[in-house]
C-alpha cells in the first residue's frame, strides 16, 4: 500500500460506529467469518492453517508482533464496508479535503520559476476528484496514479484557482510526501 492508499484508510477508519473486536478469539472469528476458511485466514496473516484453529479454539492468546499487527490490519480492512461505503459515496458528491506537506513540481512557461518546492497546504478537492480517487483505487491503480489525481486537483483549484491565474502552467506533480491526509 502506498501513501495515498494508506491516508484513504486512515479516512474511513475515522466513519466506524463500532470499534473491531478486541480479543485475538474474536478477531479470528471475524476474518473466519469474511474469509469463509481458516486455510484462507491463515493465507491472509501470514500463518499455519494449525496456528489460525489453535487461536480460535483460545490456545494459544498472545501471538508474536509482527501476527498481531498483520492479524489487526486484517480486521480493520474488512471492518464496516457498509459504513465505508456510504461515506464515499458521500465524499463523491460533496468533494475531499486533502492536508499534506509534498514538494511540488511545475511545468511552467519560460521566464518563470520551475523549481519544485516543499508547501503545506489544505485544500478542498471538489466531487470528481473524489470520485475519480476512488475509482482509482477500486480498480487497482498505483500510488503514483492516485498521486496525480491528486495533483490535478491541486492545480486545479490552488495554484490556477480554478482558472483565474497561473493558466500558462501545465502540470503539477506530488513528490516527496512528508505527510498526507484526507477528510471526507
Do not use: C
Not at 508474536?64 to 489487526?72: E, N, Q, S
Amino acid at each position: 500500500m502506498g501513501e495515498i492508499d494508506d491516508a484513504i484508510e486512515r479516512a474511513d477508519r475515522e466513519a466506524f460506529t463500532r470499534q473491531p473486536p478486541k480479543t485475538l478469539q474474536a478477531r479470528i472469528n471475524f476474518l473466519i467469518k469474511q474469509l469463509k476458511t481458516t486455510k484462507a485466514v491463515a493465507a491472509e496473516i501470514g500463518v499455519s492453517q494449525r496456528s489460525v484453529e489453535r487461536y480460535r479454539k483460545g490456545e494459544r492468546k498472545h501471538p508474536p508482533k509482527g501476527i498481531a499487527a498483520r492479524i489487526d490490519d486484517a480486521v480493520r480492512r474488512r471492518w464496516q464496508p457498509q459504513v465505508r461505503k456510504r461515506r464515499r459515496k458521500q465524499a463523491a458528491t460533496t468533494g475531499i479535503t486533502v492536508e499534506t506537506r509534498a514538494r511540488f513540481g511545475y511545468t511552467a512557461p519560460i521566464g518563470t520559476t520551475d523549481d519544485g518546492r516543499f508547501r503545506r497546504l489544505t485544500v478542498r478537492l471538489p466531487a470528481h476528484y473524489a470520485q475519480r480517487l476512488f475509482d482509482a483505487r477500486d480498480a487497482g491503480a498505483s500510488d503514483q496514479q492516485m498521486r496525480q489525481i491528486i495533483a490535478e486537483g491541486f492545480k486545479d483549484i490552488y495554484f490556477q484557482d480554478g482558472g483565474n491565474r497561473a493558466m500558462g502552467l501545465s502540470d503539477v506533480t506530488l513528490n516527496d510526501i512528508d505527510y498526507l491526509d484526507l477528510d471526507y
